[in-house]
């Protein structure tokens, strides 16, 4: 059984920096991709970064240069530092995983879900 457990998230103000953790069992894929993605109230799931087994890593433009993705094997975990938030970037974060490397940031590929973590940045 996978299971995906996100931590980190939090309030902050603009400018600042967070660094979500997403630590996964049961998920034993490979090739695999695994990603962030988030919600905003009202608005759709959008993709935000994600890694393949072979390290590619995919960003949503908005937050190419202020997010980096990174994953610890050893530990089963997936990172993400997000650094100069701004307001829009306030929504539930999620972890997400696919079976298979097919690793595009589109919702409906993606197999297991994390319950998401909370980010609030105010301006």
């Known amino acids: 059984q996978v299971q995906l457990v996100e931590s980190g998230g939090g309030s902050v103000q603009a400018g600042g920096s967070l660094r979500l953790s997403c630590a996964a069992s049961g998920y034993r894929y490979s090739p695999y991709c695994i990603a962030w993605f988030r919600q905003a109230p009202g608005k759709e799931r959008e993709g935000v970064a994600g890694?393949?087994?072979?390290?590619?890593?995919t960003y949503e433009v908005s937050v190419n240069g202020r997010f980096n993705i990174s994953r610890n094997h050893a530990k089963n975990t997936l990172y993400m530092q997000m650094s100069s938030l701004k307001p829009e970037d306030t929504a539930m974060y999620y972890c997400?995983?696919?079976?298979?490397?097919?690793?595009?940031?589109?919702?409906?590929?993606?197999?297991?879900w994390g319950q998401g973590t909370q980010v609030t940045v105010s301006s």
């Open positions: 890694i393949d087994s072979d390290g590619t890593i």
């Open positions: 997400t995983a696919l079976r298979g490397s097919f690793c595009r940031l589109v919702a409906a590929d993606f197999d297991y």
